[in-house]
């Protein structure tokens, strides 16, 4: 079991018990709505659905799925996923947090944990992530993690109807270690 401690986090695996608070927090329209693959509302019965797959990915050993606790309060706040390509690599991170611990670094502070866990204990070469255009608190998470811009795919993902621009960063092994 993977847990990490940060400043002001503890990222931990997801536990049944989290089911109620992460309805709670997801189940609004300014957290799915810049988000790939949340939906709004978001499903009854959808939280523990998916923290049940999320146990079942780690033993897989195609990704890691963390919660985000508030280390002072032990609070959940959001959550950091790596989903891995072990043939190349390679890991792709996606993360969200509830509306009111926006813009406070914390989801900065939480991936830089989970780049360091990604390079030094899993050895991947590369960890990417993908934003929105129109989500630049978003792009700003990875500039600020050392991440490089490589690009947009254009109306690459569909989302509610609309074809969205998608800007891709990523971190490569020897800069990592640079
Ligand atoms: C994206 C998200 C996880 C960022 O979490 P966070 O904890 O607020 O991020 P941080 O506080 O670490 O950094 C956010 C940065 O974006 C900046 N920012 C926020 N809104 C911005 C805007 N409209 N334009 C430009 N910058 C903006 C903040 O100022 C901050 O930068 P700073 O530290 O240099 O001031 C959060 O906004 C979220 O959960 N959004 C909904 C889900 C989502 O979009 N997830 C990402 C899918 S790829």
Redesign the pocket.
């Known amino acids: 079991m993977t847990v990490f401690h940060t400043d002001r986090l503890i990222l931990r695996p997801f536990e049944a018990g989290d089911a109620e608070e992460l309805h709670q927090l997801i189940n609004d329209f300014?957290?799915?709505?810049?988000?790939?693959n949340?939906p709004y509302p978001y499903p009854e019965g959808g939280a523990a659905a998916f923290i049940a797959r999320r146990a079942e990915i780690d033993q897989e050993g195609t990704g890691y799925t963390f919660a985000l606790i508030d280390k002072g309060n032990h609070t959940f706040m959001?959550s950091i996923g790596m989903t891995i390509n072990n043939n190349h690599k390679r890991a792709e991170?996606?993360?969200?947090?509830?509306?009111r611990?926006?813009?406070?670094?914390?989801?900065?502070?939480?991936?830089k944990r989970v780049l360091q866990f990604g390079f030094e204990k899993l050895a991947l070469n590369k960890i990417v992530?993908?934003?929105?255009t129109k989500?630049?608190?978003?792009?700003?998470?990875m500039k600020?993690n050392g991440m490089t811009y490589e690009g947009t795919f254009r109306q690459h993902f569909l989302k509610w109807d609309v074809y969205e621009d998608i800007a891709y960063y990523s971190l490569l092994r020897e800069e990592y270690f640079k």
């Open positions: 300014d957290v799915a709505s810049t988000t790939l949340i959001g991170l996606g993360y969200w947090l509830g509306k611990y926006w813009n406070q670094g914390y989801a900065t502070e939480g991936v992530a993908a934003a929105m989500n630049p608190a978003s792009s700003s998470v600020k």
